[in-house]
């Protein structure tokens, strides 16, 4: 057994291959030979994930604060605090903050051989609710 104390584990930035904006991510599962990855992910007002799926699916829990999730070729549909969002699998996908306000969730997928996540194109302004341009 491993306990993690708050703060024992460096808190990462996401990288700017794959999320638009101030990100920070903060694992909670992620230890091998888990086959579960999850984390604490915030983003500041306007930040967002790039286009991206997941070999097994994703589960979103919506902690605090408002943003938005969108499937390619869908509408961006508004999420808040309290919120569980299920994306199936191989569908790609975005979430992030409202252009406003900050949003905290946990992001849990399966990872069975640790390639859960295929990083794909950046979301264009078209493709975010209340974007400038």
């Known amino acids: 057994m491993k306990i993690h104390s708050p703060g024992s584990r460096p808190t990462r930035l ?3 291959d ?3 904006g101030h990100v920070q ?3 909670i599962i992620g230890e091998d030979p888990a086959s579960l990855r999850a984390n ?3 983003f500041a007002p306007g930040a967002r994930t790039f286009w991206h799926s997941h070999t097994l699916g994703q589960t979103l829990q919506v902690t605090a604060g408002a943003g938005y999730v969108c499937c390619r070729g869908e509408a961006a549909q508004e999420i808040r605090a309290g919120d569980t969002v299920w994306i199936p699998a191989d569908v790609e996908h975005w979430h992030g903050a409202g252009p406003t ?3 905290t969730h946990l992001a849990i997928q399966a990872s069975p051989d640790g390639g859960e996540t295929e990083w794909l194109d950046e979301v264009a302004d078209a493709d975010y609710p209340g974007a400038a341009g």
Do not use: Q
Request: aromatic letters at 6%.
């Open 101 to 103: 306000t900050a949003m």
């Open 18 to 20: 794959a999320f638009t």
């Open 25 to 27: 991510l903060d694992p």
């Open 14 to 16: 996401g990288p700017a």
């Open 40 to 42: 604490t992910v915030r």
